[in-house]
């Protein structure tokens, strides 16, 4: 693993090497944080995020609540298995940083995504899936009484109906929220602000440690 400080911005870069390649990420760092999120894309690639920059955003709003973020560039963003292979290698990077209970995000193929990694990691305590497809979301009924799920949809999106978040809430177990926000897309532009309060609410109030 490679951290490299960068000037003028609240992020360091995070280069972390494995055999499959080299996972890129951006490391939100709070003062003696024992809580970390991880947040993640879809499948544009790069550091992309919805809701009008929902997660640089709220990586540096968290900061105040002592909670570390890292978001993490998929190499192959069309790829489920790799890509939740990558959000497990920004998992292990905030344990490695004294994290010891965790938060994910992800948007679009994010959602199956973080998903996935979440059913690796009894450290995980929060899932949030936003305008998340059902292809991969298979152990979401794993996540049982261990993590929290928040569901986002707007029901204007063209690219993911909002009947796939309602079948992942069906297939899910307490504690569970679903959230469908009218004449938002699949970005959810439209709902950024209500939906960045709703996601920060959800955080504080099911990791360990936090007030709401």
Partial sequence: ??????????????????????????????????????????????????????????AQDLRNDRISTIQVRYRHPADLLESTVDTILGMRYLESQGV????????????????????????????????????GM?????????????????????????????EVYRRAHEPKRLVIYEGAGHTLDEAAESLAVEVKAWLLKHLPGMLV
Avoid: K, W
Wanted: charged share 15%.
């Fill in 1 to 58: 693993m490679r951290r490299v400080p960068q000037a003028g911005v609240a992020y360091d870069n995070v280069e972390i090497e494995t055999d499959r390649g080299t996972t890129a990420c951006r490391y939100y760092e709070a003062e003696a944080a024992r809580v970390g999120l991880v947040v993640v894309g879809g499948t544009g690639g790069g550091f992309d995020t919805p809701a009008q920059g929902l997660y640089p955003r709220l």
């Fill in 138 to 166: 298979e152990p979401v009924a794993d996540l049982a009484g261990r993590a929290a799920l928040l569901l986002l949809h707007g029901d204007a999106d063209a690219v993911v109906s909002f009947h796939s978040s309602e």
């Fill in 100 to 135: 010891q209970a965790l938060g994910l995000i992800g948007h679009s193929l994010g959602g199956a995504v973080v998903i996935q990694a979440a059913a690796s990691d009894p450290a995980v305590r929060v899932v949030v899936a936003i305008a998340t497809q059902t292809a």
